[in-house]
């Protein structure tokens, strides 16, 4: 058994990992878009009160696509108003693995990042980051994505190779998480959620009766 931080209220949950359900599939069919991910705090890319991140928040779209909005300041520039490519790469690496993490329940690491910056990314512009959903090559998992301004023209592109982590080494990483109100439960755990959100009465449902 494992503890784990639940998705309301900062509550603690006990939860089975010997049982698993598909939570990217309850999501794709019962939570209506944008729904936004949990965080971990230490994390450059999505730690909300980490001091010099980019404090980025994930959200879940249509057809099973991963987006954050991305709005760079001069703290993330190479040369210029130009953001380093590894400000970028970062975002991408990071962005490309939560589908297939919502897809499988389980984190992913990336073991291979392609880049193609195709224009500039400047400062005092929003973009849009998306990734796709996952393909399972046997081995590795394949992610896709990339990054539009508001108008849908493409500034750089992104495919990667990610291995899973064991669903013991998830759970144990899920505890590090941080659940702000909404936040659904991504990974796959057993357990019946005693809360009257329409999120929560999708999962109860879907899990098996023990």
């Not at 703290?75 to 297939?100: C, R």
């Amino acid at each position: 058994m494992v503890r784990c931080k639940g998705y309301e209220f900062n509550t603690v949950y006990t939860v089975s990992i010997d049982k698993t359900i598909e939570f990217g599939q309850i999501l794709a069919n019962h939570v209506p878009a944008p729904t936004y991910l949990p965080t971990y705090d230490g994390c450059y890319v999505c730690g909300q009160n980490h001091p010099r991140g980019l404090r980025i928040r994930f959200f879940v779209g249509e057809f099973g696509q991963v987006h954050a909005w991305f709005t760079p300041d001069v703290t993330q520039t190479g040369y210029e108003d130009t953001v380093h490519g590894g400000v970028i790469s970062a975002l991408l690496d990071e962005l490309l693995g939560w589908p297939i993490a919502l897809q499988t329940g389980r984190m992913a690491y990336a073991a291979e990042l392609t880049v193609r910056f195709a224009r500039p990314v400047t400062t005092g512009r929003a973009y849009l980051a998306t990734a796709r959903p996952g393909t399972d090559q046997g081995s590795y998992w394949e992610g896709k994505g990339d990054i539009k301004d508001e108008d849908g023209q493409v500034y750089t592109k992104a495919q990667g190779k990610y291995f899973l982590l064991s669903t013991e080494q998830t759970a144990v990483a899920a505890e590090q998480l941080t659940y702000q109100p909404g936040d659904p439960p991504v990974f796959r755990y057993t357990h019946r959620i005693e809360d009257k959100t329409p999120l929560a009465q999708a999962v109860t449902a879907a899990l098996p009766h023990v």
